[in-house]
DNA sequence: CAATAGATCATCT
DNA sequence: GATGATCTATTGC
């Protein structure tokens, strides 16, 4: 495995902008958090007061500040009672907004990764699923809020960006708005989740 | 293979 | 007290 490059931290303006924008074009960027890092593969995004399957839908609650405070910021909470979902914050602060990482392709401390997801059996099957990404990256709840333009978890610029084929579709796993095509991929990628 | 049940708890009604 | 932006193991064909 080679030794990680120093790659720019994506800014803040990355983030202030349209939710399902901040969402695609997430594709293809390295999140690391510490000595793991890792290809984001598949994005869904969550909108504000129409989308009914959005947290930010209901208005503000304890757990829902982060998603309308200032972009760039990672909301991170449980789901199902065992799994950790991360999110980030998009728009301008006061509107509502975050992108949902569902996958990501491991590049960076896959030896870490495995230790932490002993039931994936192959590497692409570490990070594959918001679920599994959270476990195999070790992100749990004491990140949300945590500034993703610094810090132990950036999301970061590839060195060279290899050309993929974005893909678009109905967000997973949802009941309300399930048909909004705001599910993004890379068309073809192993590591994005079925 | 596909389908399904069980695990397990913070958050909101 | 019900519900969920899930994963895994197990069962059944």
């Known amino acids: ?33 510490g000595s793991v890092g890792g290809r984001i593969v598949e994005t869904e995004a969550y909108l504000g007061a129409d989308d009914l399957a959005a947290h ?10 982060v998603l309308f405070g ?5 909301y ?7 799994y950790e979902c991360l999110n980030l914050v998009a728009e301008p602060g006061g509107v509502p907004g975050c992108v949902l990482i569902r996958a990501a392709e491991p590049l960076w ?11 994936a059996r ?23 809020g945590a500034d993703v333009t610094r810090g132990e978890l950036t999301v970061r610029q590839p060195a060279a960006a290899e050309p993929f084929e974005t893909g678009a579709g109905p967000r997973i796993g949802i009941r ?5 095509p705001l ?10 989740s079925r």
């Open 1 to 33: 495995m080679r030794a990680r490059p120093e790659l720019a931290i994506l800014p803040r303006s990355f983030y202030e902008r349209p939710t399902a924008e901040v969402a695609r074009d997430l594709l293809g960027k390295i999140l690391v958090h």
């Open 56 to 65: 930010a839908s209901r208005g503000i609650t304890p757990r829902t500040r």
């Open 70 to 74: 200032p972009p760039g910021h990672a």
């Open 76 to 82: 991170v909470y449980l789901i199902y009672g065992m």
């Open 109 to 119: 401390g896959t030896g870490i990764m495995r230790r932490r997801r002993p039931a």
């Open 122 to 144: 192959r590497v692409e099957d570490l990070a594959s699923g918001p679920g599994r990404l959270t476990r195999a990256f070790g992100i749990g709840r004491r990140l949300n």
């Open 176 to 180: 309300k708005c399930a048909d909004w």
């Open 183 to 192: 599910r993004f991929f890379i068309r073809g990628h192993p590591c994005v």
